[in-house]
């Protein structure tokens, strides 16, 4: 859906500046949510894609909720992690900001390369009460961010009120030395390493960091009790509650003809279907 055909126009950042939300408030939400990263006891973060999603898991008891880029692309038709979703991801955040949970929101690289646009992004959904914020180094065209261009970035998402989430690529993308990168990024918050699942090179990473360590929930991967153990603080879902949807969705009507559906699609399954960047 293209948001020229809405009725409203969607809200800008610069609008964001002027929500209702309190200094009391923007200093509230942090806390709280950084203090459920515990190494040892981490917070099982689940990622939703839209409204729905976000009001059954915040039904369901989970005190923070986070957003999926790629859920938030394919239900818009378009490419993940090519900085072309800002407004869908502002709108969803503004959407499920209500809802009696913390909010953390995947707004990719930042949607710029520009330090200040990055600052005024964060800005606007502090305002809007959203309690942290994922920034990630990988590029559409499977290289990393330099280093120190995403040390600016993360710099410049910091002061607003909200817990900054570090994450590097180098695992997904298999480029970069992550513990480099790691190291780099400890001004942050925290620290997010998707596809990193050797318990070992977990348990190393998150002793030698003094930041929380967030890892990605892989279903054939360790266990949330066994990533306890090496010291993680946070376990996302990431696309995997989105796969798994549309994988019940087919199962449901292939099921009304007698048939079986295929295991839930993989993420570069799903972002094969989606429009590529341009």
């Known amino acids: 859906m293209n948001f020229s055909d809405r009725r409203e126009p969607p809200m800008n950042v610069s609008d964001l500046r002027d929500s209702p939300a309190s200094s009391s408030d923007l ?82 690289g930042g949607f710029s390369d520009d330090p200040a646009e990055v600052s005024d992004l964060v800005a606007g959904l502090a305002a809007l009460g959203v309690a942290g914020v994922n920034l990630e180094d990988g590029r559409p065209d499977g290289t990393l961010r330099p280093v120190e261009l995403h040390q600016r970035i993360i710099e410049a998402a910091k002061g607003h009120g909200v817990f900054v989430n570090a994450r590097t690529d180098t695992c997904w993308l298999k480029t970069g030395d992550t513990r480099e990168r790691v190291s780099a990024y400890e001004h942050a918050d925290g620290i997010f390493v998707p596809g990193l699942s050797d318990l070992t090179e977990i348990a190393e990473i998150a002793a030698g960091t003094p930041r929380p360590l967030n890892v990605l929930y892989q279903p054939a991967g360790p266990t949330l009790a066994q990533l306890a153990a090496a010291g993680v603080a946070r376990v996302s879902t990431g696309s995997l509650l989105y796969r798994a949807a549309l994988q019940g969705a087919l199962a449901a009507v292939l099921a009304a003809r007698g048939e079986q559906a295929p295991p839930v699609p993989t993420y570069a399954e799903i972002a094969a279907m989606l429009p590529q960047p341009r």
Request: no cysteine.
């Open 27 to 108: 200093r509230e939400f942090p806390a709280s949510f950084g203090e459920l990263h515990r190494p040892g006891d981490p917070l099982l973060l689940p990622n939703a894609w839209d409204y729905g999603s976000a009001a059954l898991l915040a039904a369901h008891g989970f005190p923070a909720i986070g957003t999926t880029s790629l859920g938030v692309s394919a239900v818009y038709g378009k490419p993940d992690a090519a900085g072309a979703t800002r407004a869908e991801t502002i709108e969803l955040a503004e959407a499920i900001k209500d809802l009696g949970v913390l909010v953390t929101v995947d707004i990719e």
